[in-house]
């Protein structure tokens, strides 16, 4: 069976990550979770670009789930990286097709703030206080600025 790499970049969650108990293979329970990532791809030029929009159903197995469960909601934004698997099977005679994505890094990229609001009943992330300098970080680094520190695309004079 091949191995292919997948990296889905500057994705955001279609809905809640949904985690479940399953029976592992020496029969203990295993976390395992699943998210709904869309990512846009740009395509043409000039008056004829354009976007489309691809979603990809991850799993997420042990730790990894539980703290996606925990920290990413509906609209986070999100790195992955993972493989994908032929998920193929004979129905009535007839083979199905199908792939299985399964997630082997995830980076969250919101900041503390943008993240602790959406968990909080989607507030906006400017009336949440940012982390101060001595305080617990999220579970991964943010990549982006918070929201507070980007610049306006343009200034009112």
Do not use: C
């Not at 199908?98 to 959406?118: N, P, Q, V």
């Not at 206080?129 to 579970?139: D, F």
């Amino acid at each position: 069976m091949a191995f292919v790499r997948v990296e889905q970049r500057n994705a955001h969650l279609a809905s809640a990550v949904r985690l479940v108990s399953v029976q592992g293979r020496d029969g203990q329970p295993v976390s395992k979770a699943t998210l709904t990532a869309i990512s846009n791809t740009r395509k043409g030029s000039a008056e004829n670009r354009g976007e489309e929009a691809t979603a990809i159903l991850w799993t997420l197995w042990g730790k990894q789930a539980e703290n996606a469960a925990q920290y990413l909601g509906k609209g986070s934004h999100i790195n992955v990286v993972g493989r994908v698997q032929n998920n193929n099977y004979d129905k009535d005679g007839e083979t199905v097709y199908g792939m299985a994505f399964t997630a082997e890094e995830i980076d969250y990229l919101d900041s503390r703030a943008e993240s602790e609001a959406r968990r909080n009943g989607g507030q906006g992330a400017e009336s949440v206080p940012t982390a101060r300098s001595g305080e617990q970080a999220a579970p991964v680094a943010s990549t982006r600025k918070p929201r507070s520190a980007r610049q306006p695309a343009h200034a009112d004079a």
